[in-house]
């Protein structure tokens, strides 16, 4: 049967159904001319050209529209088939008819050009219906198959995904999680599945004012929208406690209802500790110039004053705030040189990094007995009294 397919296939199906459709105009034709020359009956040959024209005709467009028609190319040897096996268990018929009643037919070559016609109609007509179900069947595998691919994919692109990820059921069940997130939490892939989203085995904490650990998939629910960056501080299985950075977003069922939760988060522990280092140096640096005993004036790249210490504070006769956001040529400052020459305010900013009062000693703020020793740098300039 499959070299009969390929033969079948060579050979261009669907024009095999056309051929055969001609054949039978052919015959109607030819039905029709013969009896005319003899005076038959005209209503008589026109009921029997329309009888095998019309079958003929059926299949030449059928033919013709196969190729267009919603069928995987497949399955047009099998409607070939189809046709022939009907024209074949017409023509057998009438065979058996025939050599049953050797007197039955009154014209044979009416009568089996007809029969076989029909035959081949209704083999045509199971053809397609079969060629349907087969196509729909052989798409609904190949729709199978590029799902499971599409999830494949997405399996291997969570499994191999640098962050942690977990989805969460709507109950609140974790039906499943990545390996990553088993590495961050300090739990087997395993045991993530056994947990519900606020189990206690995490003991997660949130910063002040920021939403609580047990409230995120209730939040991710309710609201329908993606959360972002919520910090939570959790304690690992071995004890250790670390920080995370937590994305939520919805999954809906095709209702459009919430079906679930999927969360994404990545271990922050480093970064919160280098911004805890940085906070504290920052601290630790502000508490030098607050008690040094020298006055500590910085100034912007602008020329305006954006910090100064309590000893400056005392050396100037001035708060910082009766300062802020004046520039160092206001009249109030009137800085001069050692000279007594006021100095060019450009020379006071750091438009450059070699730029301003390095190395310069200047008196200033009213008071000529203030000096003050000034140095630049790309970001900003200080100057000490």
Request: one cysteine or more.
């Amino acid at each position: 049967m499959s070299r009969w397919y390929r033969f079948i296939s060579r050979i261009s199906a669907p024009r095999v159904i056309s051929v055969l459709g001609g054949l039978y105009i052919g015959i109607a034709v030819v039905l029709a001319v013969f009896p005319l020359m003899t005076n038959a009956d005209l209503a008589e040959v026109i009921g029997r050209f329309v009888m095998v024209g019309v079958p003929g005709t059926v299949l030449l467009y059928g033919g013709y529209r196969v190729p267009k028609m919603d069928l995987h190319p497949d399955v047009y040897p099998r409607i070939v088939v189809w046709v022939f096996g009907g024209f074949g268990a017409m023509a057998a018929v009438v065979v058996m008819i025939e050599s049953i009643f050797p007197s039955g037919m009154d014209n044979p070559w009416f009568t089996i050009p007809l029969a076989t016609a029909l035959g081949s109609i209704a083999g045509f007509g199971m053809g397609l219906y079969q060629g349907r179900a087969f196509s729909r069947a052989r798409e609904a595998e190949q729709r199978s198959d590029e799902l499971r691919e599409e999830r494949d994919l997405r399996d291997r692109i969570v499994e191999t995904s640098p962050v942690g990820i977990v989805v969460v059921d709507a109950d609140g069940q974790i039906s499943s999680a990545n390996r990553h997130a088993g590495e961050i939490l300090g739990f087997s892939q395993e045991a993530l599945s056994e947990f519900a989203y606020d189990e206690q085995a995490f003991e997660a904490t949130a910063p002040e004012g920021a939403l609580p650990a047990e409230d995120i998939f209730r939040e991710v629910v309710s609201t329908g929208e993606p959360i972002y960056a919520v910090e939570q501080q959790i304690t690992r299985a071995d004890g250790e406690q670390i920080w995370l950075s937590v994305n939520g977003a919805p999954l809906p069922d095709p209702a459009g209802s919430t079906a679930g939760v999927i969360f994404a988060f990545e271990d922050i522990t480093e970064r919160k500790q280098l911004q805890e280092d940085l906070r504290q140096e920052h601290h630790l640096r502000e508490r030098i110039f607050e008690t040094s005993p020298v006055g500590v004036l910085v100034l912007t790249c602008d020329g305006e004053i954006s910090f100064l210490n309590e000893r400056g504070e005392q050396l100037v006769g001035r708060t910082q705030d009766e300062l802020d956001d004046l520039p160092s040529e206001s009249p109030l400052f009137g800085i001069v040189d050692e000279a007594g020459e006021p100095i060019p305010a450009e020379e006071s900013r750091c438009s450059t990094p070699t730029s301003g009062l390095r190395g310069r000693t200047a008196s200033g703020f009213g008071s000529p007995s203030t000096a003050y020793h000034c140095s630049t740098g790309r970001k900003r300039s200080s100057a000490s009294s």
